[in-house]
């Protein structure tokens, strides 16, 4: 069966744009996770979503925000784009939500989108 | 919260050589433990996971990894590498009480296999 399949793989945008990410995860899978990847701050967690709703947020500004339809699709939109939000963003789902006894904590991840800030 | 030590960042090894990469893990709860790897421009994949029963865990690909509670450390290691086997690995932490399978990752070792 097919993958988490992130869209688009590659963008550039200049400071103060914003962008928005998508997320297709493996089907059958509810629950979708964000990480941001750079160089300097490694893997970082964002956000988690199930059943539309949001279950857990990482550290980062309200610039950053998501959301998931009810397909189990995600979306992630960065406004007031800075320099440093350049990173590949990557998206992993898995078959349950966490919390859950059946969760193994295994994480499907797509390939990302890096996104490049001018 | 967790947080997770890779000691080295990059790894140089030759072609049939052992390796070992290092993780060590600090939290103040029961935690899961997984190594990923992640090849160039590509997302992780996962290589294994302990999550309880044998402190041994080992991968279809011929890497192991032991569950060390009292060293909190989960190294990563196989007796003989391949030039495929050039990629990045992640060791990766999430509490199992906090009712979230959110990953807290290290910073991540490059593995480089040469002939």
């Known amino acids: 069966k097919a993958g988490v399949t992130q869209t688009p793989r590659y963008l550039i945008k200049t400071r103060g744009q914003q962008v928005t990410l998508s997320c297709s995860p493996i089907?059958?899978?509810?629950?979708v996770s964000w990480y941001q990847q750079t160089p300097g701050q490694g893997l970082q967690f964002l956000f988690e979503?199930?059943?539309?709703?949001?279950?857990n947020k990482g550290n980062f500004p309200g610039r950053f925000s998501g959301r998931q339809f009810s397909n189990s699709r995600s979306e992630m939109n960065v406004s007031t784009l800075e320099l440093g939000d350049s990173a590949l963003y990557l998206c992993?789902?898995?078959?349950?939500?966490?919390?859950?006894?059946?969760?193994?904590?295994?994480?499907?991840f797509g390939e990302g989108s890096r996104l490049t800030v001018l | 919260a967790q947080s997770v030590t890779q000691l080295d960042s990059q790894v140089p090894v030759f072609e049939e050589a052992p390796v070992e990469l290092r993780c060590n893990y600090s939290?103040?709860?029961?935690?899961?433990l997984f190594w990923y790897v992640q090849y160039p421009n590509q997302g992780l994949q996962l290589l294994l996971k302990y999550l309880s029963g044998s402190t041994l865990v080992e991968s279809i690909n011929g890497f192991e990894a032991e569950f060390n509670k009292s060293q909190t450390s989960f190294h990563l290691r196989k007796p003989s590498v391949h030039i495929s086997d050039t990629a990045e690995y992640f060791c990766?932490?999430?509490?199992?009480?906090?009712?979230?399978?959110?990953?807290?990752f290290g910073k991540g070792t490059m593995l480089l296999v040469s002939p």
């Open positions: 990766a932490v999430s509490d199992i009480n906090s009712g979230y399978s959110t990953l807290t």
């Open positions: 089907s059958g899978h509810r629950s």
């Open positions: 979503y199930f059943s539309e709703t949001q279950r």
């Open positions: 992993a789902s898995s078959l349950v939500p966490s919390g859950l006894n059946t969760n193994t904590g295994e994480l499907f």
């Open positions: 939290s103040s709860v029961s935690v899961y």
